[in-house]
């Protein structure tokens, strides 16, 4: 039987076709993107039906993970708004940091997605405003394991209506923002801005929404979001995700395994910055961003 075994190291496919009467075996070899080592027939579709219910079957497992680790762990959030609403700050950190890195490297796991951190060591020990490009839902679960701790992070509204998300969400101190409201937006920056006023880091991604061009690239930095580190005086950090689209996204919403590779680039001072320099700011962490992501 015609068999086809695709190698997740070397990326090619070795195509055996057996020739029944003359019992010769006729090897053929060309390029293929990343995937797990799955069995084909001479025509490929018993390989390629696998591996989409392989796709299918980590979706699924995503999402029973994703809110059966919420309900699961009900108990720890309620005792952890509990703290909150006590003014309790210190349990709530506990309780943040103990958990949504944990349950954000369980997201990972499940869906095979192995992760490469370069440059931990340019976080400052102070709050910064980390900055980062927007390619995939899997950049929140992402920078959640990726930094130095879980941050806050400025969301989309519609985020806000995820039962029990919503609620961890808050915990961590993320502002949500409805995109087409002005008024809404300037509000969120204000709430951004006070969260990193108070002493804590905070996550923003300045696109806006996700890129879905070319792998490599990265839409416009809007200025607004970067007003928070300019208030602040808190320095911003640059942060080049690369990959993460390709574990969900350009494999039509259906999950796969694959690398993303995170770097986290020297911060960038915006104390004593001139007008000009604020102006020129979010193209050049962009500039910086980009050439990290080739």
């Not at 059966?68 to 959030?77: D, Q």
């Not at 995820?162 to 995109?179: A, D, H, S, T, Y």
């Not at 942060?239 to 960038?268: D, Q």
């Amino acid at each position: 039987m015609p068999l086809c075994y695709l190698s997740a190291y070397k990326y090619t496919r070795i195509l055996w076709i057996l020739q029944a009467k003359k019992h010769v075996f006729v090897k053929k070899v060309c390029s293929l993107p990343f995937c797990p080592k799955v069995c084909y027939n001479d025509t490929g579709l018993f390989g390629r039906k696998e591996e989409r219910n392989l796709s299918i079957l980590r979706t699924i497992a995503l999402f029973v993970y994703l809110f059966g680790y919420m309900i699961v762990h009900y108990a720890t959030l309620r005792r952890a708004e509990r703290a909150l609403a006590a003014g309790d700050l210190d349990t709530v950190e506990q309780i943040v940091k103990a958990n949504i890195p944990r349950w954000s490297r369980g997201i990972l796991r499940v869906t095979g997605a192995r992760m490469t951190v370069e440059g931990q060591k340019n976080i400052p020990a102070g709050p910064c405003v980390f900055v980062g490009n927007h390619r995939s839902y899997y950049d929140i679960p992402i920078l959640l394991t990726a930094l130095d701790a879980p941050h806050g992070i400025l969301a989309k509204k519609e985020l806000e209506k995820i039962p029990l998300l919503n609620r961890w969400m808050k915990l961590l101190g993320c502002v949500f923002v409805k995109r087409d409201d002005i008024r809404a937006s300037v509000k969120a920056l204000n709430d951004a801005t006070a969260i990193v006023e108070s002493g804590r880091s905070f996550v923003i991604f300045p696109e806006g929404t996700r890129y879905k061009g070319e792998e490599g690239g990265a839409g416009e930095f809007k200025a607004g979001a970067f007003r928070i580190a300019v208030k602040t005086s808190a320095p911003v950090v640059p942060v080049a995700v690369t990959g993460a689209r390709a574990l969900f996204e350009s494999n039509g919403n259906r999950c796969r395994p694959g690398s993303v590779r995170i770097k986290i680039m020297p911060p960038i001072q915006t104390a004593g910055m001139s007008k000009a320099e604020q102006k020129q700011l979010p193209d050049a962490v962009r500039q910086s961003i980009l050439a990290a992501l080739k």
